[in-house]
């Protein structure tokens, strides 16, 4: 089936560094969304995406719609150890089923030990 | 507002048991869906629906069985369980199919 390739798959930050993540398709989407899980917990969306070439802003995280549609960034700046969990992206087709969203296999963010 | 709300948090099966997890949602969204996840796949779509008696299959359906008989209410049924099923499952909803998805904690289930 349909895959986002997201990456990296981990990485471990340092307080203060700044973060970022990708995500990308073989298929134009028509939204993207970056959720966050916390350990037992359900994700959480930081940020939703609409039209190519939106940047959009939530407090230290930054996302962009890539132009062709078919990727999308999110950056973290200055990172806390709250940072820490897993970060999913999400699309969804042109044409695709309504309402259903394809997901990244997540980006799982460590503090350096 | 309670928002999504799942239940059992936890179950243990052995295999063949059948069982249904439990969803709902109060703030009167048309669209929800199930979703599992396991290590290393992300999360992938079971069942959607976009209404009250209106369901359809996602990416990963057999196995599993769902109806909506009310907009509140989108419960998920296992009919005969297998170890290939342990996972963890998640219910989202929106207003509609384009909308973002709220999740719901999950049910983490283990089939022996």
């Known amino acids: 089936g349909q895959q986002l390739n997201q990456s990296p798959q981990s990485m471990f930050i340092q307080e203060g560094e700044d973060v970022s993540m990708n995500c990308t398709s073989s298929?134009?989407?028509?939204?993207w969304l970056w959720y966050k899980q916390d350990p037992g917990e359900g994700p959480v969306l930081l940020i939703a995406?609409?039209?190519?070439?939106e940047l959009t802003s939530n407090g230290r995280l930054t996302a962009q719609f890539g132009i062709t549609r078919k990727d999308s960034f999110l950056n973290i700046s200055a990172s806390i150890p709250s940072d820490v969990g897993i970060y999913f992206c999400?699309?969804?087709?042109?044409?695709?089923?309504?309402?259903?969203?394809?997901f990244g296999k997540g980006t799982k963010l460590s503090v350096k030990p | 507002n309670a928002g999504v709300t799942q239940t059992p948090k936890f179950q243990v099966l052995k295999t063949g048991q059948s069982m249904t997890l439990q969803c709902a949602q109060d703030?009167?969204?048309?669209?929800m869906s199930w979703y599992r996840q396991d290590p290393g796949m992300g999360l992938r779509l079971i069942h959607y629906?976009?209404?009250?008696?209106?369901?359809d299959q996602g990416e990963v359906p057999n196995g599993y069985n769902v109806s909506r008989s009310t907009t509140e209410d989108f419960p998920l049924r296992l009919l005969s369980a297998a170890p290939s099923q342990t996972s963890v499952y998640f219910c989202?909803?929106?207003?509609?199919?384009?909308?973002?998805?709220?999740f719901g904690p999950g049910t983490r289930l283990l089939v022996l």
């Open positions: 703030m009167n969204h048309e669209y």
């Open positions: 995406l609409y039209k190519a070439g």
């Open positions: 989202a909803s929106s207003y509609s199919g384009r909308e973002t998805q709220y």
């Open positions: 629906s976009v209404g009250a008696g209106i369901t």
């Open positions: 298929s134009i989407f028509n939204t």
């Open positions: 999400a699309g969804r087709r042109y044409g695709g089923s309504q309402g259903n969203l394809i």
